[in-house]
């Protein structure tokens, strides 16, 4: 298989911009859950930035659990990414939902983001697979890393090799957060495969106090990078306002983590 360290024994390496994702460099990626505005979004930049995020996140089409919710502002949604990248020079992340609105999305990223929703939307992982841009492929709630190693291996085999993997919780009986952070993932698919490996702790959690923590775990654990829901106004925020991070605590793990990575 494509993905395994047997065909692939060297690590892949993932440049973008000025991020490197894998073997030796960490990424922290950062930004609110959805693009509300262009404010929000450049407030909320400047702040990661700042304190030293590689890259840039924000929804423009948002997988919601209820049709009533924030939706994402769509293409507009994707010119203020653009801008973001443009005045900071951070690297875009963001969510491709459906097959309709993959070539918008793949023009204005610099890395496409399969939600765990999507990640057996096998369709969508074959158009991934021949698109232009790296691609974030998350971890369904319920998958087995096997199976979250096939879907990447869909993407592969369309002759996209980019690709990084996002560990971000899985669905247990548990009532203490959103979801359970695997943090065994990292290094079952470091043996496993040469992708490189992030995780992302707000989903995880789904609530802001343990993200830090977690955090710490991941990196310690080997994690390739992070990614972090940061929001300079969570009590207002249009989703996912109660996991997000105020940007003085994002500071505060960007310093946190880089001294556990320091040691190993
Ligand atoms: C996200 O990162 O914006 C997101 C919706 O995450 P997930 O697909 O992991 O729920
Ligand atoms: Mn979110």
Redesign the pocket.
């Known amino acids: 298989k494509l993905v395994s360290r047997e065909f692939q024994p060297e690590d892949t390496v993932i440049k973008v911009r000025d991020a490197v994702i894998g073997n030796g460099h960490m990424a922290i990626i950062a930004g609110p859950?959805?693009v509300e505005s262009e404010i929000q979004a450049l407030t909320i930049a400047e702040h990661v930035k700042k304190a030293g995020a590689d890259l840039f996140?924000g929804?423009a089409f948002?997988?919601r659990t209820s049709p009533y919710s924030f939706q994402g502002l769509g293409e507009q949604g994707l010119k203020i990414l653009a801008k973001v990248r443009e005045e900071t020079g951070l690297g875009i992340i963001t969510?491709v939902m459906d097959y309709e609105t993959f070539d918008m999305v793949e023009e204005y990223s610099d890395i496409i983001?399969?939600?765990?929703?999507?990640m057996q939307n096998f369709s969508l992982l074959k158009r991934a697979g021949h698109a232009k841009k790296p691609v974030c492929l998350?971890?369904g709630?319920a998958a087995t890393i096997d199976e979250w190693l096939m879907a990447a291996e869909y993407i592969m085999e369309g002759g996209n090799t980019q690709v990084i993997l996002?560990e971000?919780?899985v669905r247990t009986f548990v009532n203490h957060s959103r979801n359970t952070l695997d943090v065994s993932a990292v290094p079952v698919v470091r043996k496993e495969s040469h992708l490189p490996i992030i995780i992302?702790p707000?989903?995880a959690a789904g609530r802001r106090d343990q993200v830090i923590p977690l955090s710490r775990a991941s990196v310690a654990a080997g994690a390739h990078g992070l990614?972090v829901?940061v929001h300079h106004d969570p009590d207002n925020a249009m989703s996912?306002g109660a996991q997000s991070l105020y940007p003085s605590q994002f500071e505060s793990l960007c310093r946190q983590v880089d001294s556990i990575y320091k040691l190993l």
Do not use: F, L, V, Y
């Not at 983001?113 to 999507?118: E, L, M, P, V, Y």
């Open positions: 859950c959805a996140r929804g948002k997988p969510e983001q399969i939600g765990t929703r999507n998350k971890r709630m996002c971000r919780g992302d707000s989903h990614m829901e996912d």
